[in-house]
């Protein structure tokens, strides 16, 4: 696939990733963030007594908010003590909510709430994913990144974010498909192409999420892995849409150019047909 040929194929896969944005959340996306508002976030105090008695703990909710998602406390499971506030309207005659700026809190109370692996049940709903054999294009990948001089590790410190990108140096999750470590990678390369010069001061986190994922959407389609509604999820997530990536169209299109070039996409790399 000549020089020609693969700025073809990338947009191609922005104009399909931004038709897709176009169509607003994917149910996935909507379910997802449906189940992750169940979960509190927690103050300081609280985030302390969690990690005290149970370190592992990752994603923690009450008995009821738990049975809401699907699943269910198993038994002889005890609670993470937390201490919950006793809230109080300041007009007595007003219903009681806990999230209204009109109610006050006067003390706090004990409450129990439970880690995910205490249950069992229905899986939470995850965003997309990506699916598929990368072949060679991962250690090409992996090569381009050396020789670029950026160190590549691997970190189960990191989670739950798959890939962190810090100037120099990417961190990926072990454990992944080798689809999934293929686009982390090549999400995590366009952060350390775009994102470490003067753009970085002058681009939003929404931005620079948006732009990454999508160069990592061009390179993954473009090599034939099956990408599903993922980085239409993952864009979702920060608030990108698709005016945003029409705006750093420039940008994306030209890394992920480069980087198609760079690790030989050819027509080798595609699926058999």
């Not at 104009?15 to 996306?29: D, K, M, P, V, Y």
Request: hydrophobic share 35%; proline share 4%; aromatic share 6%.
């Amino acid at each position: 696939m000549n020089s020609e040929n693969i700025k073809k194929v990338a947009n191609q896969a922005i104009e399909q990733l931004i038709t897709a944005l176009n169509e607003g959340r994917s149910e996935t996306l909507t379910q997802y963030l449906a189940a992750i508002g169940r979960f509190h976030r927690y103050s300081l105090r609280n985030v302390m007594l969690i990690a005290s008695q149970k370190p592992t703990a990752t994603h923690v909710a009450g008995f009821h908010a738990w049975h809401k998602l699907g699943r269910f406390v198993k038994k002889g499971e005890e609670g993470i003590l937390i201490l919950a506030p006793i809230v109080r309207r300041k007009n007595e005659n007003e219903q009681q909510n806990e999230t209204d700026e009109s109610s006050t809190a006067v003390g706090f109370r004990a409450a129990y709430v439970f880690d995910i692996a205490q249950t069992d049940g229905q899986p939470l709903p995850e965003i997309g994913g990506v699916n598929g054999d990368p072949r060679e294009c991962r250690d090409r990948l992996g090569k381009f990144v050396a020789d670029h001089g950026v160190a590549l590790e691997y970190s189960g410190d990191i989670a739950p974010a798959r890939g962190t990108s810090e100037g120099g140096k990417i961190t990926l999750l072990p454990g992944q498909s080798p689809a999934e470590e293929f686009a982390t990678l090549a999400h995590e390369v366009a952060h350390e192409m775009m994102h470490r010069d003067e753009r970085r001061s002058s681009t939003t986190k929404r931005v620079r999420e948006t732009e990454a994922e999508a160069v990592a959407f061009v390179v993954c389609s473009a090599i034939g892995l099956e990408t599903g509604s993922a980085a239409q999820d993952y864009i979702g997530l920060y608030g990108g849409d698709a005016k945003l990536l029409g705006e750093s169209l420039e940008y994306v299109q030209r890394t992920a150019t480069q980087i198609l070039n760079a690790i030989g996409a050819d027509d080798s790399s595609a699926p058999p047909a």
